[in-house]
């Protein structure tokens, strides 16, 4: 049984900082690229943050480049989303995604709203 728990998310205002988690379980976790996407209200889903199964490589969506970074921990199957400089459009729910091979998770998501 395979389950991503995505968890932190919350209300915070503007220009504020958030931290996501997302545990895995049921995969071997150290061998996945774990991404993090995030959908909004009537708009399409992106992805957000990308880091490779041991973490040597990340990306970053232009949007949040320099606010945002993706770590992982191996050792506790867990990666996550450090949120920054936070906006109003950044309201979404986020997603906690992995991948490896045919392998496609995803998570249930998890809130977040920035106010303005």
């Known amino acids: 049984q395979v389950q991503l728990v995505e968890s932190g998310g919350g209300l915070v205002q503007f220009g504020g900082s958030l931290r996501l988690s997302c545990a895995a379980s049921?995969?071997?976790?150290?061998?996945?690229?774990m991404n993090w996407a995030r959908q909004a209200p009537g708009k399409e889903r992106e992805m957000v943050a990308s880091i490779t199964h041991n973490g040597a490589t990340t990306t970053y969506a232009d949007s949040v480049k320099g606010r945002f970074t993706i770590t992982r921990d191996n050792a506790k199957n867990t990666v996550y989303l450090q949120m920054n400089s936070l906006k109003p459009e950044d309201t979404a729910v986020y997603y906690c995604?992995?991948?490896?091979?045919?392998?496609?998770?995803w998570g249930q998501g998890t809130q977040v709203t920035v106010s303005s």
């Open positions: 995604n992995a991948i490896w091979t045919w392998d496609n998770y």
């Open positions: 049921g995969i071997i976790f150290s061998i996945y690229t």
